[in-house]
């Protein structure tokens, strides 16, 4: 697969994850809770991925496959459980922007894997995302934030861009092999045993309750697993871990633009200017790699 295309299904993937937010919001509307959303979202994300595996090329797994794609479903399922907590004990504008550090630890989680200093252009781009970072999540209108007295909420918010960061990082290299629907409900499995273990959504005492947020839990797995993990393990191996971090950061702007058109919430001019800073970061690498390929 060509850089480009493999970088427009990492693309496709974390603007699937951001819009998802909005959804996850439209369900808190309705009265669902967190666990609730998310039980939904891994158990229907699941079912419907397993409905494609049955239609698809199938590989026998090594028990080594099996378990790294399960950690990776792991780290997925933990990034929305701690940044769930992140956002329940601080602003959603501080705990996005704890989320988003992500983008330096992907590009440091390469280096230490390829032992090697990122080009100036990732690093570059690194420090545009994370300013782009600032001013799309609003930082500068969370005035009298108490960094110290939200200890808690801050440390859940950084292990939220801890775990994202290693899911990218593994999602590219476990099973490389495989088909990408087996792969997927693999990942989905890892994650669904985590958040039933760690949240105990009511519908397991309740099963009767699916039926009823069918309509929403199509919806919020769609945009929440189905999309994000299905075009991450087709894009991600075939791009360097830091590179596909890089072009995650596409889902912040995704997510404000959801906000805007989905919740209708207003969006300040300086967050549109974050949004631009956040598009540069993710283009200049790409113009890297095109005029390697160009003059190669």
Known sequence: ??????????????????????VVKLGLGKGYSVPDITGLQY???????????????????????????LGVGVFLSLTGIFYGMSLSLIPASIAVVMLFQFTWIGVLIEALYVRKVPSKKKLVSVLLLWIGTLFAGGLGSSRGFDW??????????????VTFALFMFFSGKAARSLPTFQKSMMISLGGILVVLAVFQPSFIQQPSKIIEMTDFGLLVAIFGNILPVVFFAIGTPHLDSSMSTIMGAAELP???????????????????????????????????????????
Not at 3 to 15: D, E, N, P, Q, T
Not at 44 to 65: H, I
């Open 43 to 69: 158990l229907f994300g699941l079912v419907m991925l397993f409905a494609a595996f049955l239609f698809t090329r199938k590989v026998k797994m090594t028990v080594k496959q099996v378990s790294a794609l």
């Open 254 to 296: 995704a997510a404000i633009l959801a906000a805007m058109w989905i919740l209708h919430e207003q969006v300040a001019i300086f967050q549109f200017a974050g949004i631009a800073l956040i598009l540069a970061g993710i283009i200049i690498p790409q113009i890297q790699t095109r005029q390697k390929k160009s003059f190669g």
């Open 1 to 22: 697969m060509k850089s480009y295309r493999a970088s427009l299904c990492v693309l496709i993937g974390a603007s699937s994850y951001g819009i998802h937010a909005s």
């Open 148 to 161: 110290t007295g939200n200890s808690l909420g801050l440390l859940y918010g950084f292990g939220a861009a």
